[in-house]
Protein backbone atom coordinates (compact mmCIF):
# COMPACT_ATOMS: atom_id res chain seq x y z
CA UNK A 1 0.00 0.00 0.00
CA UNK A 2 1.29 3.34 -1.10
CA UNK A 3 2.43 5.38 2.07
CA UNK A 4 5.01 7.85 1.06
CA UNK A 5 5.02 11.76 1.23
CA UNK A 6 4.84 13.01 -2.11
CA UNK A 7 3.38 16.20 -3.91
CA UNK A 8 3.89 18.26 -7.33
CA UNK A 9 4.53 21.68 -7.98
CA UNK A 10 2.84 24.50 -10.23
CA UNK A 11 0.95 23.40 -13.74
CA UNK A 12 -1.58 24.99 -15.99
CA UNK A 13 -4.40 23.00 -17.18
CA UNK A 14 -6.60 24.60 -20.15
CA UNK A 15 -4.92 27.86 -20.48
CA UNK A 16 -5.88 28.12 -16.78
CA UNK A 17 -2.96 28.97 -14.83
CA UNK A 18 -2.72 26.63 -10.92
CA UNK A 19 0.07 28.21 -9.01
CA UNK A 20 0.11 26.43 -6.01
CA UNK A 21 -1.68 23.19 -7.56
CA UNK A 22 0.02 20.67 -4.68
CA UNK A 23 -1.16 17.45 -2.92
CA UNK A 24 0.29 14.98 -0.49
CA UNK A 25 -0.19 11.67 0.62
CA UNK A 26 1.02 12.19 4.12
CA UNK A 27 0.15 8.01 5.18
CA UNK A 28 -2.42 5.29 5.51
CA UNK A 29 -3.93 4.82 8.71
CA UNK A 30 -5.65 1.80 7.86
CA UNK A 31 -5.47 -0.24 4.36
CA UNK A 32 -8.66 0.60 2.44
CA UNK A 33 -10.43 2.55 5.32
CA UNK A 34 -8.69 5.77 5.99
CA UNK A 35 -5.85 7.79 5.14
CA UNK A 36 -4.02 11.12 5.81
CA UNK A 37 -3.38 13.78 3.36
CA UNK A 38 -3.45 17.30 2.47
CA UNK A 39 -4.19 19.75 -0.51
CA UNK A 40 -3.90 23.65 -1.22
CA UNK A 41 -6.92 25.19 -2.34
CA UNK A 42 -5.63 24.90 -5.93
CA UNK A 43 -5.70 21.16 -6.10
CA UNK A 44 -9.21 21.21 -3.94
CA UNK A 45 -11.06 23.53 -6.47
CA UNK A 46 -10.69 20.97 -8.83
CA UNK A 47 -11.24 17.58 -7.11
CA UNK A 48 -13.65 18.35 -4.29
CA UNK A 49 -17.32 17.54 -4.69
CA UNK A 50 -20.04 18.84 -2.80
CA UNK A 51 -23.65 16.84 -2.22
CA UNK A 52 -25.78 19.31 -1.95
CA UNK A 53 -29.20 19.24 -2.08
CA UNK A 54 -30.55 21.28 -4.64
CA UNK A 55 -27.94 19.73 -7.14
CA UNK A 56 -27.46 16.34 -8.89
CA UNK A 57 -25.14 14.24 -7.50
CA UNK A 58 -24.62 10.93 -9.49
CA UNK A 59 -24.26 8.22 -6.47
CA UNK A 60 -27.38 9.25 -5.41
CA UNK A 61 -30.59 6.48 -4.88
CA UNK A 62 -33.18 10.03 -4.79
CA UNK A 63 -36.03 10.10 -7.55
CA UNK A 64 -34.10 13.15 -8.37
CA UNK A 65 -30.61 11.95 -7.38
CA UNK A 66 -30.69 15.01 -5.22
CA UNK A 67 -27.50 15.13 -2.49
CA UNK A 68 -27.79 14.93 1.19
CA UNK A 69 -26.42 18.39 2.67
CA UNK A 70 -28.32 22.02 2.63
CA UNK A 71 -26.82 24.59 0.06
CA UNK A 72 -23.75 26.52 1.39
CA UNK A 73 -24.87 29.81 3.09
CA UNK A 74 -22.82 32.05 0.73
CA UNK A 75 -22.67 34.90 3.26
CA UNK A 76 -20.10 32.67 5.25
CA UNK A 77 -17.86 32.06 2.69
CA UNK A 78 -15.99 35.64 2.42
CA UNK A 79 -15.86 35.67 6.01
CA UNK A 80 -13.93 32.73 6.35
CA UNK A 81 -11.86 33.86 3.16
CA UNK A 82 -10.70 36.64 5.00
CA UNK A 83 -10.06 35.05 8.44
CA UNK A 84 -7.91 32.43 6.42
CA UNK A 85 -5.99 35.41 4.67
CA UNK A 86 -5.60 37.57 8.24
CA UNK A 87 -2.45 35.03 8.65
CA UNK A 88 -2.91 35.39 12.40
CA UNK A 89 -1.82 32.66 14.93
CA UNK A 90 -5.35 31.55 15.13
CA UNK A 91 -6.16 31.41 11.20
CA UNK A 92 -4.87 27.36 10.66
CA UNK A 93 -6.41 25.37 8.36
CA UNK A 94 -8.34 22.61 10.18
CA UNK A 95 -8.81 18.60 8.54
CA UNK A 96 -11.56 18.62 6.05
CA UNK A 97 -13.25 15.54 5.74
CA UNK A 98 -13.26 13.32 2.42
CA UNK A 99 -15.49 10.36 2.00
CA UNK A 100 -13.22 8.56 -1.08
CA UNK A 101 -16.21 7.09 -3.09
CA UNK A 102 -14.02 3.61 -3.88
CA UNK A 103 -14.61 0.48 -2.50
CA UNK A 104 -12.53 -2.28 -4.35
CA UNK A 105 -8.91 -2.58 -2.92
CA UNK A 106 -7.40 -2.33 -6.36
CA UNK A 107 -9.48 0.90 -6.81
CA UNK A 108 -8.26 2.66 -3.38
CA UNK A 109 -4.83 1.81 -4.35
CA UNK A 110 -4.73 2.99 -7.82
CA UNK A 111 -6.32 6.34 -6.32
CA UNK A 112 -3.49 6.63 -3.70
CA UNK A 113 -0.71 5.54 -6.66
CA UNK A 114 -2.61 8.75 -8.18
CA UNK A 115 -2.74 10.82 -5.59
CA UNK A 116 0.80 10.75 -4.42
CA UNK A 117 2.09 11.15 -7.79
CA UNK A 118 0.10 14.47 -7.97
CA UNK A 119 -1.51 13.31 -11.15
CA UNK A 120 -4.88 15.26 -10.60
CA UNK A 121 -6.19 14.40 -14.52
CA UNK A 122 -5.41 11.25 -13.99
CA UNK A 123 -7.87 10.65 -10.89
CA UNK A 124 -10.84 12.88 -12.57
CA UNK A 125 -9.84 10.73 -15.65
CA UNK A 126 -10.02 7.46 -14.22
CA UNK A 127 -12.90 8.36 -11.26
CA UNK A 128 -14.98 11.00 -12.17
CA UNK A 129 -15.47 14.39 -10.97
CA UNK A 130 -17.49 13.08 -7.66
CA UNK A 131 -15.11 10.62 -6.27
CA UNK A 132 -14.24 13.21 -3.54
CA UNK A 133 -16.93 14.29 -1.48
CA UNK A 134 -16.62 16.80 1.33
CA UNK A 135 -18.90 15.33 4.11
CA UNK A 136 -17.33 17.80 6.99
CA UNK A 137 -16.23 21.13 6.48
CA UNK A 138 -17.66 22.67 2.68
CA UNK A 139 -17.93 26.14 4.12
CA UNK A 140 -14.20 26.21 5.21
CA UNK A 141 -13.55 24.27 1.60
CA UNK A 142 -14.90 26.86 -0.11
CA UNK A 143 -13.80 29.66 2.17
CA UNK A 144 -10.08 28.20 1.23
CA UNK A 145 -10.60 28.19 -2.50
CA UNK A 146 -12.38 32.16 -2.08
CA UNK A 147 -9.20 33.19 -0.33
CA UNK A 148 -6.93 31.43 -2.77
CA UNK A 149 -9.06 32.96 -5.60
CA UNK A 150 -8.26 36.45 -4.22
CA UNK A 151 -5.02 36.41 -3.34
CA UNK A 152 -3.00 33.43 -5.49
CA UNK A 153 0.29 33.37 -3.15
CA UNK A 154 -2.20 31.79 -0.18
CA UNK A 155 -1.67 28.45 -0.83
CA UNK A 156 -1.59 26.36 2.06
CA UNK A 157 -1.46 23.08 2.60
CA UNK A 158 -4.65 22.16 4.02
CA UNK A 159 -5.09 18.77 6.17
CA UNK A 160 -7.50 16.20 4.95
CA UNK A 161 -8.64 13.14 6.35
CA UNK A 162 -9.88 10.35 3.06
CA UNK A 163 -12.17 7.73 4.17
CA UNK A 164 -12.99 5.06 1.87
CA UNK A 165 -15.94 2.28 1.41
CA UNK A 166 -18.58 4.29 2.51
CA UNK A 167 -21.73 3.99 0.38
CA UNK A 168 -24.30 7.00 -0.50
CA UNK A 169 -26.05 6.14 2.64
CA UNK A 170 -23.38 5.93 5.11
CA UNK A 171 -22.43 9.34 3.78
CA UNK A 172 -25.60 10.75 4.63
CA UNK A 173 -25.78 9.20 7.40
CA UNK A 174 -21.94 10.16 8.63
CA UNK A 175 -22.35 13.77 7.99
CA UNK A 176 -26.23 14.13 9.89
CA UNK A 177 -24.38 12.48 12.33
CA UNK A 178 -21.63 15.05 12.91
CA UNK A 179 -24.13 17.63 11.92
CA UNK A 180 -26.52 17.11 14.91
CA UNK A 181 -23.58 16.58 17.32
CA UNK A 182 -22.06 20.02 16.28
CA UNK A 183 -24.77 22.05 14.58
CA UNK A 184 -28.68 21.45 14.61
CA UNK A 185 -29.34 20.59 10.67
CA UNK A 186 -32.53 21.61 9.65
CA UNK A 187 -34.93 18.63 10.76
CA UNK A 188 -36.55 18.93 7.31
CA UNK A 189 -33.66 17.69 5.48
CA UNK A 190 -32.43 15.37 7.72
CA UNK A 191 -36.33 13.93 7.60
CA UNK A 192 -36.61 14.52 3.64
CA UNK A 193 -32.69 12.27 3.33
CA UNK A 194 -34.19 9.28 5.80
CA UNK A 195 -37.49 9.34 3.17
CA UNK A 196 -35.38 9.06 0.14
CA UNK A 197 -32.09 7.51 0.92
CA UNK A 198 -31.30 6.23 4.43
CA UNK A 199 -34.64 4.40 5.43
CA UNK A 200 -35.93 3.36 1.45
CA UNK A 201 -37.31 0.19 1.72
CA UNK A 202 -38.48 0.63 5.31
CA UNK A 203 -42.30 -0.44 6.34
CA UNK A 204 -42.16 1.24 9.63
CA UNK A 205 -44.89 3.63 10.52
CA UNK A 206 -42.42 6.65 10.49
CA UNK A 207 -41.18 5.97 7.12
CA UNK A 208 -44.92 5.19 5.84
CA UNK A 209 -45.52 9.18 6.98
CA UNK A 210 -42.45 10.49 5.24
CA UNK A 211 -43.09 9.19 2.15
CA UNK A 212 -46.93 10.22 2.32
CA UNK A 213 -45.03 13.74 3.10
CA UNK A 214 -42.77 13.44 0.22
CA UNK A 215 -45.63 12.48 -2.03
CA UNK A 216 -47.67 15.49 -1.01
CA UNK A 217 -44.90 17.68 -1.71
CA UNK A 218 -43.47 16.32 -4.99
CA UNK A 219 -46.82 14.57 -6.72
CA UNK A 220 -47.77 16.09 -9.79
CA UNK A 221 -51.76 16.06 -8.83
CA UNK A 222 -51.00 17.17 -5.29
CA UNK A 223 -51.99 20.70 -4.46
CA UNK A 224 -49.12 20.74 -2.02
CA UNK A 225 -47.09 20.07 -5.30
CA UNK A 226 -43.98 23.07 -5.46
CA UNK A 227 -45.27 24.54 -2.86
CA UNK A 228 -43.58 22.79 0.24
CA UNK A 229 -39.45 24.14 1.50
CA UNK A 230 -37.75 20.76 1.61
CA UNK A 231 -34.35 21.69 3.33
CA UNK A 232 -35.69 24.03 6.14
CA UNK A 233 -33.64 26.64 4.43
CA UNK A 234 -35.46 30.13 4.86
CA UNK A 235 -38.20 30.44 1.93
CA UNK A 236 -40.79 33.18 2.56
CA UNK A 237 -42.65 31.64 -0.55
CA UNK A 238 -42.90 28.15 0.85
CA UNK A 239 -43.87 28.87 4.56
CA UNK A 240 -44.20 25.09 5.39
CA UNK A 241 -41.11 22.98 5.33
CA UNK A 242 -41.11 19.20 4.76
CA UNK A 243 -40.97 18.97 8.60
CA UNK A 244 -43.78 20.92 9.25
CA UNK A 245 -45.81 18.50 6.51
CA UNK A 246 -44.10 15.53 8.21
CA UNK A 247 -45.26 16.10 11.83
CA UNK A 248 -48.93 17.06 10.19
CA UNK A 249 -49.19 13.99 8.26
CA UNK A 250 -48.17 11.76 11.49
CA UNK A 251 -51.12 13.27 13.43
CA UNK A 252 -52.94 12.85 10.32
CA UNK A 253 -52.38 9.09 10.02
CA UNK A 254 -51.83 7.30 13.10
CA UNK A 255 -50.99 3.55 12.50
CA UNK A 256 -54.30 2.40 13.89
CA UNK A 257 -55.60 4.30 11.14
CA UNK A 258 -53.27 3.08 8.39
CA UNK A 259 -54.24 -0.19 9.43
CA UNK A 260 -57.76 0.43 8.51
CA UNK A 261 -57.20 2.28 5.42
CA UNK A 262 -54.72 -0.88 4.21
CA UNK A 263 -57.66 -3.07 5.36
CA UNK A 264 -60.31 -1.11 3.28
CA UNK A 265 -58.19 -1.11 0.21
CA UNK A 266 -57.64 2.22 -0.06
CA UNK A 267 -53.57 3.52 -0.67
CA UNK A 268 -52.72 6.41 1.76
CA UNK A 269 -51.04 8.65 -0.52
CA UNK A 270 -54.39 8.80 -2.82
CA UNK A 271 -56.16 9.80 0.47
CA UNK A 272 -53.70 12.00 1.79
CA UNK A 273 -53.96 13.92 -1.92
CA UNK A 274 -57.85 13.95 -2.01
CA UNK A 275 -58.00 15.19 1.56
CA UNK A 276 -55.78 18.46 0.75
CA UNK A 277 -57.46 18.63 -2.62
CA UNK A 278 -60.67 18.93 -1.00
CA UNK A 279 -59.78 20.94 1.20
CA UNK A 280 -58.25 23.67 -1.35
CA UNK A 281 -61.36 23.92 -3.16
CA UNK A 282 -63.62 24.19 0.03
CA UNK A 283 -61.56 27.01 0.90
CA UNK A 284 -59.89 28.11 -2.37
CA UNK A 285 -59.93 32.17 -1.77
CA UNK A 286 -57.16 31.18 1.49
CA UNK A 287 -55.62 28.76 -0.34
CA UNK A 288 -55.09 30.68 -3.68
CA UNK A 289 -54.43 33.78 -1.61
CA UNK A 290 -56.90 35.81 -3.00
CA UNK A 291 -57.17 39.64 -2.93
CA UNK A 292 -60.69 41.24 -0.65
CA UNK A 293 -62.29 44.38 -0.78
CA UNK A 294 -62.55 46.59 2.59
CA UNK A 295 -64.11 49.63 3.34
CA UNK A 296 -61.25 52.12 4.35
CA UNK A 297 -61.34 55.51 6.17
CA UNK A 298 -62.67 57.79 3.56
CA UNK A 299 -65.63 55.09 2.88
CA UNK A 300 -64.14 53.92 -0.13
CA UNK A 301 -63.92 50.28 -1.19
CA UNK A 302 -60.18 49.14 -1.91
CA UNK A 303 -58.96 45.83 -2.57
CA UNK A 304 -56.12 44.22 0.09
CA UNK A 305 -54.19 40.88 0.13
CA UNK A 306 -55.12 39.47 3.56
CA UNK A 307 -52.46 36.95 5.52
CA UNK A 308 -54.27 33.99 5.67
CA UNK A 309 -53.64 31.14 7.99
CA UNK A 310 -54.45 28.15 5.83
CA UNK A 311 -50.49 27.38 4.81
CA UNK A 312 -48.97 28.42 7.69
CA UNK A 313 -47.80 25.49 9.94
CA UNK A 314 -50.95 26.20 12.77
CA UNK A 315 -53.36 25.93 9.67
CA UNK A 316 -51.88 22.85 7.83
CA UNK A 317 -51.21 21.17 11.42
CA UNK A 318 -55.19 21.80 12.72
CA UNK A 319 -56.05 20.57 9.09
CA UNK A 320 -54.46 17.31 9.60
CA UNK A 321 -55.18 16.68 12.81
CA UNK A 322 -59.17 17.54 11.40
CA UNK A 323 -58.50 15.22 8.49
CA UNK A 324 -57.97 11.58 10.71
CA UNK A 325 -61.81 12.27 12.20
CA UNK A 326 -63.16 13.26 8.29
CA UNK A 327 -61.20 10.20 7.05
CA UNK A 328 -62.01 7.69 10.02
CA UNK A 329 -65.88 9.02 9.27
CA UNK A 330 -65.35 8.19 6.06
CA UNK A 331 -64.30 4.77 6.61
CA UNK A 332 -67.41 4.03 8.25
CA UNK A 333 -69.66 5.17 5.88
CA UNK A 334 -70.84 3.25 2.67
CA UNK A 335 -69.56 5.99 0.23
CA UNK A 336 -66.20 6.66 1.68
CA UNK A 337 -65.39 9.66 -1.21
CA UNK A 338 -69.00 11.02 -0.93
CA UNK A 339 -68.60 11.06 3.14
CA UNK A 340 -65.21 12.62 3.12
CA UNK A 341 -66.56 15.18 0.35
CA UNK A 342 -69.70 16.28 2.56
CA UNK A 343 -67.31 16.79 5.90
CA UNK A 344 -64.56 18.91 4.67
CA UNK A 345 -67.32 20.91 2.40
CA UNK A 346 -68.17 22.72 5.84
CA UNK A 347 -64.51 24.37 5.70
CA UNK A 348 -66.00 26.34 3.14
CA UNK A 349 -67.36 28.61 5.65
CA UNK A 350 -64.22 29.05 7.81
CA UNK A 351 -62.74 32.71 7.59
CA UNK A 352 -58.72 32.00 7.33
CA UNK A 353 -57.86 35.29 7.79
CA UNK A 354 -55.64 36.91 10.99
CA UNK A 355 -57.38 39.92 11.29
CA UNK A 356 -60.46 41.29 10.38
CA UNK A 357 -59.50 44.59 8.94
CA UNK A 358 -62.50 45.95 9.03
CA UNK A 359 -62.40 46.79 12.59
CA UNK A 360 -59.07 45.81 13.69
CA UNK A 361 -60.69 42.69 15.94
CA UNK A 362 -58.85 39.29 15.99
CA UNK A 363 -60.94 36.95 13.75
CA UNK A 364 -62.21 34.63 15.94
CA UNK A 365 -61.89 31.98 13.65
CA UNK A 366 -57.92 32.12 13.77
CA UNK A 367 -57.77 33.02 17.83
CA UNK A 368 -54.96 30.56 19.05
CA UNK A 369 -51.41 30.77 18.63
CA UNK A 370 -48.96 30.13 15.69
CA UNK A 371 -47.22 27.46 15.08
CA UNK A 372 -47.84 23.43 16.73
CA UNK A 373 -48.09 25.44 19.82
CA UNK A 374 -52.09 26.80 18.31
CA UNK A 375 -53.00 23.40 16.86
CA UNK A 376 -54.86 22.16 19.29
CA UNK A 377 -57.00 25.71 19.85
CA UNK A 378 -57.31 25.79 16.01
CA UNK A 379 -58.38 22.07 15.36
CA UNK A 380 -60.75 22.31 18.06
CA UNK A 381 -62.83 25.08 16.61
CA UNK A 382 -62.55 23.67 13.20
CA UNK A 383 -64.30 20.49 14.89
CA UNK A 384 -66.41 22.09 16.70
CA UNK A 385 -67.97 23.79 13.45
CA UNK A 386 -67.55 20.75 10.89
CA UNK A 387 -69.06 17.68 13.40
CA UNK A 388 -72.08 20.01 15.18
CA UNK A 389 -72.22 23.21 13.60
CA UNK A 390 -70.75 25.44 16.56
CA UNK A 391 -68.72 28.37 15.55
CA UNK A 392 -66.61 30.48 17.40
CA UNK A 393 -67.27 33.43 18.98
CA UNK A 394 -65.05 36.50 20.31
Same mark, same amino acid.
Given at each position: MTEIVSAFGPSATNGTSLAGRELALLGVLEANLEASAAMTPSAMSELLFISNFEKTDPESPAPDQHGYQREPMKDRIPKIARFYLSRTRTSRTTPIIISVRLKDPEDIERFLELFAAGDIEGLKREFGDAVMSVVDGQHRYLGL %????????? @??????? /?LYFGLDFVDEAEFFDIINTEQRKLPKALIEITKADVREVGSMSHSQRVRLIATGLARHQDSVWHGQVNLTGARDPNKPVTFEGLRRSSASMFPSELLGRL????????? %??????? !?????? /????NGETRTRIDEDGDEVEYSPKYRIKELVGV?? #??? !?? $????????????????? $?? #?? /?? !??? %???? $? %?? #??????????????? @???? /???? $?? #?YAWVYYGKTPSN
Open positions: %VEAWTTDPS @FCPLVPV /SEAAGKDENE %VARMYWR !LVSEAC /SDAWAS #LAK !LG $KDIITSALEHPNFEERM $KA #LV /SA !LTA %VDWE $K %VN #LDNDERNPWMASQAG @FAGQ /SDLY $KT #L
